[in-house]
Structures are given as structure tokens and as C-alpha cells.
């Protein structure tokens, strides 16, 4: 066996105007949990530092950049504490937060930073939902296509040394949000052998189902449920078919008392069965301790990708 201690941090309600300091002293609290049981890597949700502002018009220029981080995000002040604690700790952390880059590119981005502080990788969201213009007669918006640009770092996993596990330590993987509907993502994890998948989201309870008719905005209970099912049927099905724990981190809450997120914060196994789930809707830390060693029998069998795969009658999937 390969045990391994690990956790999805649940992010509640952050409002507009909450300030940084306030929710790094609520990230340091599920750190302090995590630290309390032996976990080894916690997970943290898509732009897990701030409201989800792409519900915004925020006018191009410094009033928009003033909600992204330039450079090393763990060196950023605000948020040097979370990352001293973490490295204190010796918890390795996966991280959402928006990066403007030297050239003035911004990117929904998530860190994996190791239990020593080491930036091992950075991941760029690849599917980018919602709209690049405002939508008109709608009470909110979701404009990651205005405020962010398509990801370019492809989907790479890698191995992160030194939890004890052996064979040169998990081979890692990180998702954002939108890019856990799309099975494209997965499997190209999926063929480097990706062991546990990171994903943080913000996904709210209702949608836009047809532009320019507010009355299609669907809020009710049965949105939620289905927004609901739909996530766990993403990281169920998925995590089944690449053989893969998968980590998935809910920023949830009602933010500002009126933009709601579905919780839902859950780890999956390689079988596909969720292992662990947040219950409330608030900060929550849900951990499970796993075997890495479980993601083999069913890639060497039903899963065997070198027997199994027909990549010759995939060339619809790569057509423009
Ligand atoms: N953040 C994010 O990617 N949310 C999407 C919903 C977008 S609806 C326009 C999601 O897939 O959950």
C-alpha cells in the first residue's frame, strides 16, 4: 500500500469587500485542522482568495487588475501567511488565484506548492465558460472569457517527491472548474498516469440558460440539486475511467447575500466513488486518507489504456 493523508479545503461565503486578510486567516484555520490529523496536501478552490468577480462588469485597466496577483503568488504579502503556515506545517497546497503576468496576460491560474514551499507546478484554466461581452437582462454575469485568456500551459502532470509513498512520489494533476466537464482534460492526465487530481470551482446554483431572457435564470432547489448532481457526475465518472482519486474543492456560500455557489466538496477514488463530502456550505475541510497503490489493478485491466485505446479513430476529437 501507499497511504496518504489528503484533504479538500471548502471555501464559504466570501463577499465583494472582504479583505484578503480575512480569508487567509480562514484558509490558516482548515490548515490548522489538516495540520491536527497528518494530512499531507490540501486542495483549495478556483480564485480561492476572493469573491468570484468574473459576476462583475469591472471596467478594463487598474480597477480590473487590482483583482489579480503579479509574479510569485506566495510571495504576494496578503498572502505570504497562508504559504508560511503551510510550509510549516509541511502540508503541500493547490491553489486558485488570478495571475496577471509581466506581459499583462490574465489567467485563471491554480499553484501546486510543495511541503517544503517549492512552486512545483502552475496550471492555466483551459475552458473558460460564460461570455467575453455582458449579457443584457441578466442580475448577474459570467464574463471569464472578458477577464481571463485561455490557458497555455496544456494539462501537465508531474510527480511530487518526498511524502514517503515510493516510486519517486504521486504523480499530480490539476483542473479548474469548468475543465472538470470536459473529459478531453482528464485523459490527458489520464495518460501520464495522473494519481490524484486537483480541482478547485465556483459553480453557481443557477445559470443562464438562454442569453438576453432573465427569465430563463433558473434559481430554485431543483437548480442546485442539479448543479449538484452534474458535479458529481463529472468527478465520478472521470475519475472511474482514468483510474484516479480526484480532490474538488467548492468556493461556496451565498457572497454579497445574493450570488449563491453550490458546496459539494467531495473526494473521489479510482472506482469512482465519492469517499468524502462536505456537509455544509461554509469553511470545511474534508479528508480522507488514501492508497495510491488502489489506482492500478483497474489500469492494468478494464483500463489499460496500451491495450485498450483506439487512438487512430479519434481524429473527430482533434478536428477544428
Ligand atoms: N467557474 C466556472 O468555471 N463555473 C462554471 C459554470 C459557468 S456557467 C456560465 C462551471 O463549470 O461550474
Redesign the pocket.
Known sequence: TRLLKVAAAQVGKIDIDTPYEEVVQRMIALLDQAHDKGIKLVNFP?LTFTTFFPRHIIPFGPELDKWYQKGDVTKFDPFKPFFEKAKEYGIAVCVGYAELTDDDEHYNTSVFVDQAGNNLNKYRKMFL??DKEPLENVPWQ?L?KRYFLEGNLNWKAFRWPGTGTGHGGPIIGQLI??DR?WPESWKILGLQGAEIVCIG????VS??VEPGKASQMVNSDSSEAMATFHNELCLQYNSYHNCCYSLCSARTGVDDGKYSLIAGTTIVDPQGVIIAKSKTNEDELVWAEIDLDSCYPPRNRAFNFARHRRPEEYKLIVEQ
Do not use: D, F, M, S
Open positions: 478556483e465558460p460564460g459570467h471569464e472548474c469548468n466537464r470551482y465556483n459553480t453557481p445559470n443562464v
